[in-house]
């Protein structure tokens, strides 16, 4: 690869991804057994075992291809759309304490009153519209959130990304999540309906039209401002907080460098870091969550007629308890899926320490 190829690989944050020889001169010479890895040759040396460095796979999927945006695209759907298809019963509990408080008065009632009123089947009532429209949306919040870290980092250049890395991790995540929401909201819409109104409709395929009918194509949008509210912040503390935690346990919590650390390791870092940035977004976003529930259950319904009947301090706490098990969960499952796929097509984990300004370059110009 010619120099000025590997010299755009430098900025922030392709310091996330940068190659072997750029590693080995940012973290010095002296290199330490991984406890996590058995021992193996240097890394780029050919033959004596299999690597355990994780290198830009230049071989499989050049970064920032197209081919390494729609990998990228196809993790974001596996990681959201399974994670929140699996969480459905605490969704639909949740979503059901939020609206009807007085009937679901606990995590544990409101499971009791489902499987009464419902039976078992009715935990995963709404499961399809959650499948495609969180599908829709972890295409869309991944695929464009590499797109825009990747965008936002050029034009700043390569020191001011790297001294305002989180503000670009904020931005990325921020304008990829308002792409997101518009592809998640009429599945979100029909989704709250269906959970939350016993007969309104069986799923998606009766809910779609049934909907409509009602409230026209426009009202499949209703919500999305409220989306909005709850999302942006949501996914803005769920990358940058992530970026920032794993950066953190890779430089203070682990006594090697990355690159020397296992697929494995590295992926339990990924849902580790994941799990505690989910806590931290489920308390930001809750408020726009209860409202979003509301409105699409609501028909007619405003913020201010949400706000009057939930009060402030009920738009903060209800079902936050379950929220913070739910999201902690369903976050760190995503960035741990989300990762394995970026490993089982050769892209290195997301997140890790990055180098000192400049660093990058002058290991690259050395080994050219």
Known sequence: MALSDRSRESLLPSFLYTSSAARSF????TRFPSPVSPASPAPGA???????SIQAPREKIEMYSPAFYAACTAGGIAS???????????DLVKCNMQIDPAKYKSITSGFGVLLKEQGPRGFFRGWVPTLLGYSAQGACKFGFYEFFKKYYSDIA?????QKYKTLIYLAGSASAEVIADVALCPFEAVKVRVQTQPGFARGLSDGLPKFVRSEGAL??????????????????????????????????????????????FQLGISFAGGYIAGV??????HPADNLVSFLN???????????????LWGLFTRGLPLRIVMIGTLTGAQWGIYDAFKVMVGLPTTGGV??????AEKALQASA
Not at 302 to 311: E, I, P, Q, Y
Not at 354 to 359: D, F, K, M, R, W
């Open 157 to 161: 250049g390569p020191e001011y990304a």
């Open 80 to 90: 959201c759309g399974l994670t929140h298809m699996a969480v459905t019963p605490l």
């Open 219 to 264: 009202g499949l949008y209703k919500g999305i401002v409220p989306l909005w509210g709850r999302q942006i912040p949501y996914t803005m503390m769920k990358f940058a907080s992530f970026e920032t935690i794993v950066e953190m346990i890779y430089k203070h919590a682990v006594p090697v460098p990355k690159s020397e650390c296992s697929k494995s």
């Open 280 to 285: 931290f977004c489920a308390i930001v976003s």
């Open 354 to 359: 990055t180098p000192a300004p400049g660093a």
């Open 46 to 52: 050919v033959g004596g075992g299999a690597p355990i």
């Open 297 to 311: 259950n609501a028909k007619g319904a405003t913020v201010g007629d949400a706000v009057k009947k939930l009060g």
């Open 26 to 29: 940012a973290t010095g010479a």
